[in-house]
């Protein structure tokens, strides 16, 4: 979510949109990601809960592995001078 010069990424969704916006092909980490957070509303429901913590230990990781080249995409982009990426409140990263 973007307000002013700032933008706010604080959900798998949002996640998803930062990587296909970094204008590159995702690294292994990044793919399993999104293709996890993709599969979430189908398959099994028995093992979904299992799915869903596996894609938010992925969201976590990935909050802080962009580098110095990402972080600058990212803003120019999203038109932002600053980046905030939290998660259930807990902020995670900011650049």
């Known amino acids: 979510m973007k307000e002013g010069n700032i933008l706010h990424v604080s959900n798998l969704a949002e996640m998803i949109s930062v990587i296909d916006n ?27 809960a299992q799915r869903k913590d596996q894609a938010v230990r992925g969201y976590c990781l990935i909050a802080t592995s962009f580098d110095e080249n990402e972080q600058l995409k990212v803003k120019q982009v999203n038109e932002v001078e600053k980046v905030i990426i939290s998660f259930n409140g807990e902020i995670l990263n900011e650049f």
């Open 22 to 48: 970094l204008g590159k092909e995702p690294d292994n980490v990044r793919r399993s990601f999104v293709s996890l957070v993709h599969g979430l509303p189908s398959g099994c429901p028995c093992n979904r």
